[in-house]
């Protein structure tokens, strides 16, 4: 199967905050950037994506990026790189909120995602929520497509990040965004994300 849709995340573990419900063989994650911590290192966090990957079947690369200094300049050409290199249906793009380095991914990927003549153009372009944008929401996020959710395989794949298990964006907080998410989609749990364009092929149903 080939890749048909490409996750834009700032940082390993934010595919899995936002967008577990599409992670399968046919997803390929372009992660900007991952950092040395005081509490972990990049290699520990690798070593934790891959074993998400193995899980969950998606296909990733990581950058080299400096976390927490990102610039929109630096970022166009990965992103417009990567689009062109997987020329994928659907792309989702982190949305835009305190994080520094969400609100410069989100801004480089309004640029690479643009119409434009040497570029692949994109048919179907979602923003993703992550549990920091649910607790302190910054810019308006209008959920206006869902997409039914496994909730115990995310949280299962979650926890194997373990070094990013904490208390603002634990299992309960995902479980209780998961719940709204669904209500709101009139099914159990969902994922709920901001559809910014979609080009029917002519195969959906609107009867």
């Not at 969950?56 to 970022?75: A, E, H, L, R, W």
């Not at 989702?92 to 969400?102: A, L």
């Not at 206006?144 to 904490?166: C, G, H, M, W």
Request: proline share 4%; glycine share 4%.
């Amino acid at each position: 199967m080939g890749i048909s849709t490409v996750i834009i995340a700032p940082h390993i573990d934010d595919e899995i905050l936002g967008c577990a419900s599409i992670l399968n063989s046919s997803t390929f994650i372009c992660y900007l950037g991952v950092e040395d911590r005081s509490y972990v290192s990049a290699e520990e966090r690798k070593f934790e994506l891959k074993n998400a990957s193995l899980k969950k079947g998606f296909s990733y690369d990581v950058y080299g990026c400096s976390v927490n200094n990102y610039t929109v300049p630096q970022i166009i050409p990965i992103i417009e790189s990567t689009i062109n290199k997987y020329q994928p249906s659907s792309v989702f793009i982190p949305n835009y909120s305190y994080n520094q380095d969400h609100k410069t991914v989100y801004d480089a990927a309004m640029v690479a995602l643009r119409h434009h003549d040497q570029n692949y153009f994109v048919k179907k372009v979602f923003v993703y929520e992550q549990p920091h944008d649910f607790l302190w929401l910054v810019e308006h996020f209008n959920p206006n497509f869902f997409i039914p959710l496994n909730i115990q395989d995310k949280i299962e794949t979650y926890k194997i990040y373990a070094s990013q298990v904490r208390n603002h964006r634990s299992p309960e907080t995902i479980i209780s965004m998961a719940k709204l998410r669904g209500a709101q989609a009139n099914i159990e749990y969902a994922e709920a994300f901001q559809c910014i364009r979609f080009v029917s092929d002519g195969s959906e149903r609107l009867n």
